[in-house]
């Protein structure tokens, strides 16, 4: 059974860091990418940031520059470092996992997601 659990979001002020966590059991027999999304209240799901099993990464273009995504395959685990944070960043950050994801920023691709964590960035 496949798991994701995100850590690390909080209350930040604008300018400030957060760096998100996202652990990833239970997907061991393939390769897999590895995407971070977040929706603020009455939106929808956006596309953040994606790495892929090789490590080739893409970003959105809100956050490149700011935000660098990357993984430690010991710990199959994956990180959101997020820096110059902005009040349009508050959001909550899902993270998401799946083998074959022929388009990167579109969450219908990826079958595995964790439960959220809470990203809030005050002005």
């Known amino acids: 059974q496949v798991h994701l659990v995100e850590s690390g979001g909080g209350l930040v002020q604008a300018g400030g860091s957060l760096r998100l966590s996202c652990a990833v059991s239970g997907l061991t027999n393939e390769p897999y990418a590895v995407a971070w999304f977040r929706q603020a209240p009455g939106e929808e799901r956006y596309f953040v940031a994606a790495i892929t099993f090789k490590g080739n990464t893409f970003y959105a273009d809100s956050v490149r520059g700011r935000f660098t995504v990357s993984r430690d395959y010991a710990k199959s685990s994956a990180y959101l470092e997020m820096n110059r944070l902005k009040p349009d960043d508050t959001a909550v950050y899902y993270c998401?996992?799946?083998?074959?994801?022929?388009?990167?920023?579109?969450?219908?691709?990826?079958?595995?997601w964790g439960q959220g964590t809470q990203v809030t960035v005050s002005s």
């Open positions: 998401a996992a799946d083998s074959i994801v022929p388009e990167f920023s579109d969450p219908a691709q990826y079958t595995y």
